[in-house]
């Protein structure tokens, strides 16, 4: 016979502390990868190609944030199964959102931020795909 105070654990909060592990995990993981992989990207392009820096950049950025994305869905999945993906794509969408307002408000006429402004929009494509259309883990 047991004794002890026996404590029913909450499923709901086992889905929310998974959540905010999420939260935590997945930008983590898509920065990380991100710079990674754009990194490695733009150094063999540079040393292979002759083409014009901006497009090196601009190819390496975009697979780069194509990839951590991928690497940041995994991730979650694999070490927080029970998670609420849509929390994840609301965190990156906003702050996709808030990126995009900075760039439009402070570099407005500028042509440089074209490739940050695509690779904001890519994360929102991205986060819907991956994160939004996803049923809970």
């Known amino acids: 016979m047991s004794t002890g105070i026996q404590v029913p654990v909450s499923n709901a909060a086992a889905t929310l502390w998974r959540t905010v592990g999420a ?7 898509w920065a ?10 733009g150094i063999q392009q540079r040393l292979f190609t002759v083409l014009r820096p901006e497009v090196l950049d601009f190819s390496a950025a975009m697979c780069g944030t194509a990839a951590g994305m991928i690497a940041a869905k995994t991730i979650c999945n694999t070490l927080l199964s029970g998670y609420s993906p849509k929390a994840v794509a609301v965190e990156f969408i906003s702050f996709s959102v ?13 042509i440089a931020p074209i490739t940050s402004t695509l690779q904001l929009f890519l ?9 939004w259309q996803a049923d809970t883990v």
């Open 23 to 29: 939260t935590v995990l997945g930008p983590l993981a």
């Open 98 to 110: 808030i990126g995009l307002t900075l760039l439009w408000l402070f570099l407005s006429g500028a």
């Open 123 to 131: 994360i929102i494509c991205l986060s819907l795909a991956i994160f």
């Open 32 to 41: 990380l990868v991100t710079a990674c992989v754009a990194a490695l990207i």
